[in-house]
């Protein structure tokens, strides 16, 4: 297969994963009355527990003994629908996110025994056998019938808590009444009345997955509060520190030696480190805030909310919940990064000034060795013409022997005269000797500084 051809196929597998709806089949067993039992987990370890998530849910899809043709389960969601013999319907729905996996666990009882209630589901024998991977983000027990909610006397002794809220979400006909207080198996408890039509039992389905998004959501904003909280109080003692410090070194730096400079090289380093940590962590916790914040919001606007009779507005509760919430942790993290600028800022300074100490000594240092080297230089001028005497000396004193020795056979008249007549011709002879002797070491040093870069070249055209 060509190139282009695997490209054209990989293009077309996306595309039918992209417009393809997993959920559809499950709009086809629901039905009202029926009870949902939602769960939520955050994941410590999305690239480790997401597959651990999706092994869980297979199973508890082989402890139910749900049919394989009643299964779906794909990387990210999974289904499975098992019936009973007097017609209850059990469905477990599964699905993992970027951030945390949830199971939807329907009871869909059958014409017979159309009744529901709050507590565990009543499927025959059913019985939840997991214990789920990473911390509980929110557990909600929803119980779906036909026609209008129950009377608000009825609504108060079912749900928990101090204040009842209720609306109408979609249209005229479906109600939704809650606490947001979770009961005492920690669940929130919500009653849905879909009215008397059922011409579209999937839209059961859209009403379950608004209220558990919104849920969700809001829960996972909520979570990161006890963690800024201990932020802040960390953030305003490190800039306390910061700002006495930066009074102080600016104040001294000007007179500040080597050693005082680098001491508070070092102690900005470590503040600069446990700055640098605390906004990794808070990064990775807070980052997605502002993306939770806009999904509940856009939620809340998509199931187009009326207010009811003698009930408080749901989005009352969570808007008053989540309110400045994202924009708080997107302040303090703006805060953090200011702060970590401002450590890094000052630490550039000193570093500058260390810098301008050090190159300060290499001038004074390169200014001693030029000084130190004009001395070398006179001075080997100087042992260079004493050199020269000296040699002068010497051939004169052996030309002195060597005249007395002609004299004595005769062959000259006077040695004086030709020992005087000599020593310019030594001076001279001595002043070549040495000439001819620098110039000498000078070539041999420089062909031994040669060889060497020789070697270095042709070990790199070999290497090439």
Not at 41 to 65: N, V
Not at 182 to 202: A, H, K, L
Not at 223 to 245: G, R, T
Not at 411 to 434: D, E, R
């Given at each position: 297969?060509?190139?282009?051809?695997?490209?054209?196929?990989?293009?077309?597998?996306?595309?039918?994963?992209?417009?393809?709806?997993?959920?559809?089949?499950?709009g086809?067993?629901?039905?009202?009355?029926?009870?949902?039992?939602?769960?939520?987990?955050?994941?410590?370890?999305?690239?480790?527990?997401?597959p651990?998530?999706?092994?869980?849910?297979?199973?508890?899809?082989?402890?139910?003994?749900?049919?394989?043709e009643?299964?779906?389960?794909?990387?990210?969601?999974?289904?499975?629908?098992?019936?009973?013999?007097?017609?209850?319907?059990?469905?477990?729905?599964?699905?993992?996110?970027?951030?945390?996996?949830?199971?939807?666990?329907w009871?869909?009882?059958?014409q017979?025994?159309?009744?529901?209630t709050?507590?565990?589901?009543?499927?025959?024998?059913?019985?939840?056998?997991?214990?789920p991977?990473?911390?509980?983000v929110?557990r909600?027990d929803?119980?779906?019938?036909?026609?209008?909610?129950?009377?608000?006397?009825?609504?108060?002794?079912?749900?928990?808590?101090?204040?009842?809220?209720?609306?109408?979400i979609?249209?005229e006909?479906?109600?939704?009444?809650?606490?947001?207080?979770?009961?005492d198996?920690?669940?929130?408890?919500?009653?849905?009345?879909?009215?008397?039509?059922?011409?579209?039992?999937s839209?059961?389905?859209?009403?379950?997955?608004a209220?558990?998004?919104?849920e969700?959501?809001?829960?996972?904003?909520?979570m990161?509060?006890?963690?800024?909280s201990?932020?802040?109080?960390?953030i305003?003692?490190?800039?306390?520190?910061?700002l006495?410090?930066?009074?102080?070194?600016?104040?001294?730096?000007?007179?500040?030696?080597?050693?005082?400079?680098?001491?508070w090289?070092?102690?900005?380093t470590?503040?600069?480190l446990?700055?640098?940590r605390?906004?990794?962590?808070?990064?990775?916790?807070?980052?997605?805030?502002?993306?939770?914040?806009?999904?509940?919001?856009?939620?809340?606007?998509?199931?187009?909310?009326?207010?009811?009779?003698?009930?408080?507005?749901?989005?009352?509760?969570?808007?008053?919940?989540?309110?400045?919430?994202?924009?708080?942790?997107?302040?303090?993290?703006?805060?953090?990064?200011?702060?970590?600028?401002?450590?890094?800022?000052?630490?550039a300074?000193?570093?500058?000034?260390?810098?301008?100490?050090?190159?300060?000594?290499?001038?004074?240092?390169?200014?001693?060795?030029?000084?130190?080297?004009?001395?070398?230089?006179?001075?080997?001028?100087?042992?260079?013409?004493?050199?020269?005497?000296?040699i002068?000396?010497?051939?004169?004193?052996?030309?002195?022997?060597?005249?007395?020795?002609?004299?004595?056979m005769g062959?000259?008249?006077?040695?004086?005269?030709?020992?005087?007549?000599?020593?310019?011709?030594?001076?001279?002879?001595?002043?070549?000797i040495?000439?001819?002797?620098?110039?000498?070491?000078?070539?041999?040093?420089?062909s031994?500084q040669?060889?060497?870069?020789?070697?270095?070249?042709?070990?790199?055209?070999?290497?090439?």
């Amino acid at each position: 297969m060509h190139q282009s051809d695997i490209s054209e196929s990989r293009t077309e597998t996306f595309l039918r994963k992209l417009h393809e709806r997993p959920h559809q089949p499950i709009g086809r067993w629901l039905r009202a009355p029926a009870h949902m039992h939602y769960e939520a987990f955050r994941m410590s370890d999305p690239p480790t527990q997401r597959p651990a998530s999706r092994s869980e849910f297979q199973s508890l899809l082989e402890h139910f003994k749900v049919p394989a043709e009643t299964t779906d389960l794909r990387d990210n969601f999974g289904y499975g629908m098992k019936e009973s013999e007097d017609g209850d319907r059990l469905i477990l729905i599964w699905q993992a996110h970027t951030e945390y996996y949830n199971y939807q666990l329907w009871h869909v009882p059958s014409q017979a025994n159309g009744t529901v209630t709050f507590g565990p589901l009543r499927f025959p024998d059913y019985t939840f056998p997991m214990e789920p991977l990473g911390s509980m983000v929110c557990r909600l027990d929803i119980l779906l019938t036909t026609g209008t909610l129950p009377p608000r006397s009825e609504l108060r002794g079912l749900l928990p808590g101090p204040v009842l809220y209720g609306s109408r979400i979609f249209n005229e006909e479906t109600c939704v009444a809650t606490s947001f207080t979770p009961d005492d198996q920690g669940r929130e408890r919500y009653w849905v009345g879909v009215g008397s039509s059922q011409g579209d039992p999937s839209r059961l389905k859209d009403i379950v997955d608004a209220i558990v998004r919104i849920e969700t959501y809001y829960h996972l904003l909520l979570m990161q509060k006890p963690l800024s909280s201990a932020a802040i109080d960390q953030i305003y003692k490190f800039e306390q520190v910061h700002l006495k410090q930066r009074e102080i070194i600016t104040s001294h730096i000007a007179r500040a030696n080597s050693e005082i400079l680098q001491r508070w090289m070092n102690t900005l380093t470590q503040d600069l480190l446990k700055t640098n940590r605390m906004a990794g962590k808070l990064h990775f916790e807070l980052s997605a805030s502002l993306p939770y914040d806009k999904i509940v919001h856009t939620t809340l606007t998509s199931i187009a909310e009326q207010p009811m009779d003698s009930y408080r507005p749901i989005s009352d509760y969570v808007l008053g919940g989540i309110t400045g919430v994202a924009e708080g942790y997107q302040q303090l993290l703006r805060r953090i990064d200011t702060l970590r600028g401002g450590f890094e800022g000052i630490i550039a300074i000193i570093r500058t000034r260390i810098d301008l100490i050090v190159e300060s000594q290499n001038l004074a240092l390169l200014q001693s060795v030029d000084k130190t080297t004009k001395s070398q230089v006179i001075l080997q001028h100087t042992v260079e013409g004493l050199s020269v005497i000296v040699i002068a000396y010497y051939l004169a004193g052996l030309g002195g022997y060597v005249f007395k020795g002609l004299q004595e056979m005769g062959w000259l008249k006077s040695a004086n005269l030709a020992l005087a007549i000599f020593v310019p011709i030594a001076i001279g002879l001595a002043f070549l000797i040495t000439t001819v002797s620098k110039k000498y070491l000078h070539k041999k040093l420089a062909s031994e500084q040669q060889a060497p870069k020789a070697d270095k070249a042709q070990g790199q055209v070999r290497d090439n």
